[in-house]
Protein backbone atom coordinates (compact mmCIF):
# COMPACT_ATOMS: atom_id res chain seq x y z
CA UNK A 1 0.00 0.00 0.00
CA UNK A 2 2.69 2.48 1.11
CA UNK A 3 4.30 1.48 -2.56
CA UNK A 4 1.25 2.78 -4.04
CA UNK A 5 1.20 5.83 -1.92
CA UNK A 6 4.13 7.23 -2.98
CA UNK A 7 3.97 6.13 -6.69
CA UNK A 8 0.62 8.06 -6.79
CA UNK A 9 2.39 11.14 -5.18
CA UNK A 10 5.10 11.06 -7.65
CA UNK A 11 2.53 10.96 -10.17
CA UNK A 12 0.94 14.45 -9.24
CA UNK A 13 4.28 16.24 -8.05
CA UNK A 14 5.58 14.88 -11.80
CA UNK A 15 2.30 16.20 -13.78
CA UNK A 16 1.92 19.47 -11.66
CA UNK A 17 5.34 20.67 -12.31
CA UNK A 18 4.58 19.80 -16.20
CA UNK A 19 1.38 22.10 -15.73
CA UNK A 20 3.11 24.59 -14.24
CA UNK A 21 5.69 24.59 -16.62
CA UNK A 22 3.81 24.79 -19.44
CA UNK A 23 1.65 27.38 -17.56
CA UNK A 24 4.72 29.79 -17.58
CA UNK A 25 5.39 28.94 -21.31
CA UNK A 26 1.83 29.97 -22.27
CA UNK A 27 1.85 32.73 -19.87
CA UNK A 28 5.60 33.86 -21.02
CA UNK A 29 3.82 33.42 -24.78
CA UNK A 30 0.93 35.35 -24.28
CA UNK A 31 2.71 38.53 -22.51
CA UNK A 32 4.86 38.67 -25.74
CA UNK A 33 1.84 38.42 -28.02
CA UNK A 34 0.20 41.13 -26.00
CA UNK A 35 2.77 43.15 -26.08
CA UNK A 36 3.54 42.60 -29.75
CA UNK A 37 -0.37 43.80 -30.78
CA UNK A 38 0.04 46.63 -28.58
CA UNK A 39 3.42 47.97 -30.40
CA UNK A 40 2.24 46.98 -33.99
CA UNK A 41 -1.52 48.61 -32.50
CA UNK A 42 0.28 51.62 -31.77
CA UNK A 43 2.31 51.74 -35.27
CA UNK A 44 -1.03 51.48 -36.61
CA UNK A 45 -2.78 54.41 -34.83
CA UNK A 46 0.42 56.50 -36.39
CA UNK A 47 -0.15 55.40 -40.10
CA UNK A 48 -4.02 56.26 -38.90
CA UNK A 49 -2.57 59.42 -37.88
CA UNK A 50 -0.45 60.36 -40.60
CA UNK A 51 -3.66 59.34 -43.30
CA UNK A 52 -5.28 62.22 -42.01
CA UNK A 53 -3.21 64.87 -41.17
CA UNK A 54 -2.47 64.67 -45.61
CA UNK A 55 -6.05 64.83 -45.83
CA UNK A 56 -6.15 68.06 -43.60
CA UNK A 57 -3.35 69.61 -44.89
CA UNK A 58 -3.48 68.79 -48.88
CA UNK A 59 -0.08 66.69 -48.77
CA UNK A 60 -0.62 64.76 -52.02
CA UNK A 61 3.11 63.79 -52.01
CA UNK A 62 2.98 62.85 -48.24
CA UNK A 63 -0.24 60.42 -48.97
CA UNK A 64 0.39 58.30 -51.79
CA UNK A 65 3.61 57.55 -49.73
CA UNK A 66 1.38 55.72 -47.10
CA UNK A 67 0.44 53.18 -49.78
CA UNK A 68 2.52 50.83 -51.93
CA UNK A 69 3.76 51.62 -54.94
CA UNK A 70 1.77 48.33 -56.44
CA UNK A 71 -1.33 49.45 -53.71
CA UNK A 72 -5.39 48.56 -54.96
CA UNK A 73 -8.32 50.49 -54.40
CA UNK A 74 -11.55 48.29 -54.73
CA UNK A 75 -14.57 50.71 -55.06
CA UNK A 76 -17.69 48.74 -54.17
CA UNK A 77 -20.17 51.89 -53.25
CA UNK A 78 -21.77 52.97 -56.27
CA UNK A 79 -23.20 51.27 -59.60
CA UNK A 80 -19.85 51.14 -61.02
CA UNK A 81 -18.16 48.72 -58.53
CA UNK A 82 -14.28 48.74 -59.60
CA UNK A 83 -10.99 47.83 -58.85
CA UNK A 84 -7.68 50.33 -59.68
CA UNK A 85 -4.53 50.75 -59.01
CA UNK A 86 -3.47 53.42 -56.29
CA UNK A 87 -2.11 55.47 -59.15
CA UNK A 88 -4.90 56.12 -61.22
CA UNK A 89 -7.41 56.67 -57.96
CA UNK A 90 -4.59 59.24 -56.59
CA UNK A 91 -5.00 60.67 -60.48
CA UNK A 92 -8.60 61.17 -59.19
CA UNK A 93 -8.04 62.78 -55.76
CA UNK A 94 -5.24 64.98 -56.66
CA UNK A 95 -7.14 68.21 -57.08
CA UNK A 96 -9.22 67.66 -54.12
CA UNK A 97 -5.35 67.36 -51.90
CA UNK A 98 -4.07 70.77 -54.40
CA UNK A 99 -7.30 72.22 -53.34
CA UNK A 100 -6.87 72.07 -49.76
CA UNK A 101 -3.37 72.60 -49.77
CA UNK A 102 -4.45 76.18 -51.07
CA UNK A 103 -6.68 77.04 -48.87
CA UNK A 104 -9.68 77.14 -51.15
CA UNK A 105 -11.36 74.17 -49.34
CA UNK A 106 -11.35 72.57 -46.23
CA UNK A 107 -11.07 68.14 -46.34
CA UNK A 108 -10.72 65.82 -43.31
CA UNK A 109 -11.22 62.19 -42.76
CA UNK A 110 -11.38 60.09 -39.91
CA UNK A 111 -11.08 56.50 -39.24
CA UNK A 112 -12.68 54.23 -36.10
CA UNK A 113 -12.25 50.79 -36.64
CA UNK A 114 -14.36 47.36 -35.61
CA UNK A 115 -11.42 44.82 -36.31
CA UNK A 116 -7.86 44.77 -36.32
CA UNK A 117 -5.83 42.02 -37.02
CA UNK A 118 -2.11 41.58 -37.76
CA UNK A 119 1.51 40.34 -36.62
CA UNK A 120 4.55 42.18 -36.92
CA UNK A 121 4.72 42.55 -40.87
CA UNK A 122 0.81 42.62 -41.85
CA UNK A 123 -2.22 43.88 -40.89
CA UNK A 124 -5.77 44.01 -41.81
CA UNK A 125 -8.05 46.84 -40.39
CA UNK A 126 -11.95 46.91 -40.91
CA UNK A 127 -14.03 50.04 -40.05
CA UNK A 128 -15.68 53.05 -40.99
CA UNK A 129 -14.48 56.16 -42.54
CA UNK A 130 -15.77 59.30 -42.72
CA UNK A 131 -14.12 62.37 -44.95
CA UNK A 132 -15.70 65.48 -45.18
CA UNK A 133 -14.94 68.47 -47.79
CA UNK A 134 -16.15 72.14 -46.81
CA UNK A 135 -15.89 75.49 -48.49
CA UNK A 136 -13.88 78.10 -46.84
CA UNK A 137 -17.68 79.40 -45.60
CA UNK A 138 -18.61 75.91 -43.92
CA UNK A 139 -20.52 74.59 -47.12
CA UNK A 140 -20.42 71.33 -47.23
CA UNK A 141 -18.79 69.50 -50.82
CA UNK A 142 -18.65 66.47 -49.89
CA UNK A 143 -19.26 63.72 -47.30
CA UNK A 144 -18.88 59.97 -47.54
CA UNK A 145 -19.10 58.06 -44.27
CA UNK A 146 -17.97 54.10 -46.17
CA UNK A 147 -17.12 50.52 -44.40
CA UNK A 148 -13.89 49.64 -45.58
CA UNK A 149 -11.11 47.18 -45.08
CA UNK A 150 -7.42 47.77 -45.49
CA UNK A 151 -4.82 45.40 -45.85
CA UNK A 152 -1.37 46.54 -45.01
CA UNK A 153 2.58 45.33 -44.90
CA UNK A 154 5.30 46.37 -42.80
CA UNK A 155 8.38 47.10 -44.85
CA UNK A 156 11.62 48.70 -43.81
CA UNK A 157 9.89 49.60 -40.42
CA UNK A 158 6.97 51.76 -42.43
CA UNK A 159 3.37 50.50 -42.82
CA UNK A 160 1.83 50.72 -46.28
CA UNK A 161 -1.14 50.08 -47.76
CA UNK A 162 -1.73 47.43 -50.62
CA UNK A 163 -5.11 46.76 -50.95
CA UNK A 164 -7.93 49.56 -49.80
CA UNK A 165 -11.38 48.19 -49.92
CA UNK A 166 -14.38 50.85 -49.50
CA UNK A 167 -17.37 48.74 -48.88
CA UNK A 168 -20.84 50.27 -48.72
CA UNK A 169 -21.96 53.25 -47.34
CA UNK A 170 -22.31 53.77 -43.25
CA UNK A 171 -25.28 54.93 -41.50
CA UNK A 172 -24.31 57.89 -38.49
CA UNK A 173 -25.79 55.10 -36.22
CA UNK A 174 -22.92 52.43 -37.34
CA UNK A 175 -20.24 55.14 -37.13
CA UNK A 176 -21.44 56.29 -33.38
CA UNK A 177 -20.89 52.60 -32.36
CA UNK A 178 -17.47 52.39 -33.02
CA UNK A 179 -16.54 55.61 -31.58
CA UNK A 180 -13.96 55.41 -28.86
Do not use: C, P
Not at 108 to 120: D, K, M, T, W
Request: glycine share 6%; net charge negative.
Amino acid sequence: MKKIIILFTLVIISNLEVSLANNYKSDLILINETLNDSTRLAELDRYWAELSRTVKEGDFEAYAATYHKDAVVVFATGKNKTSVALSQALDGWKEGFIKTKEGKQNDAVQFRFSQRIGNETTAHETGIFRFTSKELDGKLIAEYTIHFEMLLIKRNGKWLGVMEHQKNAATDEEWSALEK
